[in-house]
């Protein structure tokens, strides 16, 4: 069980630290977009590539740290159920929801992006726009890291839900157990 727990702390590192790299993307989407809105309203001016870059860092930005939202539950939830229920009712509802639905979520993904993106790279496809950025094929991996990032914190979920049931989640650090009201912290 201690390697199931390392595991985890592993998996949700790796996910805590792309998560709080990537989350910095989010000021500089907002300064590009306060520099392009002003190059237009003040100067009259536009680079297209400009807002290409703003639009490109908000989806890197939101495919990156999608296992790190998954790791601090900042998903969306129906709790009705849930956030009354026991810890280990809790566990066994994160590992079903694993097993059944996230990770053969994560794998559609993956199988129908992979050709999407395989293609990307083949043809080196850039922005449809007059003017855009290159490069379009690097932004469009992000559908393969953010299936990829999802389907390992998934399976730390899993695992997680594994200790608990076990009645191992001591194993864990505090900030990776449950809490009481229903979330992982």
Request: aromatic share 16%; hydrophobic share 55%; proline share 4%.
């Amino acid at each position: 069980m201690n390697a199931v727990a390392f595991l985890v702390r592993l998996i949700s590192g790796l996910n805590w630290l792309i998560g709080s790299i990537f989350s910095w993307l989010s000021l500089g989407i907002v300064l590009v977009c306060f520099t392009v809105v002003v190059q237009r309203y003040a100067f009259a001016t536009s680079f297209v590539w400009m807002q290409d870059l703003y639009v490109w860092l908000n989806g890197a930005l939101f495919t990156a740290v999608a296992g790190f939202a998954l790791l601090r539950n900042d998903h969306v939830r129906v709790d009705i159920f849930y956030r009354p229920a026991s810890i280990p009712t809790k566990a066994l509802i994160d590992l079903i929801g694993v097993v059944f639905f996230l990770l053969p979520f994560c794998w559609i993904v993956y199988r129908y992006g992979y050709p999407f993106v395989a293609r990307s790279w083949r043809i080196s496809e850039g922005s449809p726009n007059p003017g855009g950025m290159p490069g379009l094929y690097i932004l469009k991996s992000f559908i393969l890291v953010f299936a990829a990032l999802v389907a390992l914190q998934g399976i730390a979920m899993a695992l997680r839900s594994i200790l608990v049931l076990t009645r191992n989640e001591h194993l864990l650090p505090a900030h990776l157990r449950y809490e009481n009201d229903g979330s992982a912290h």
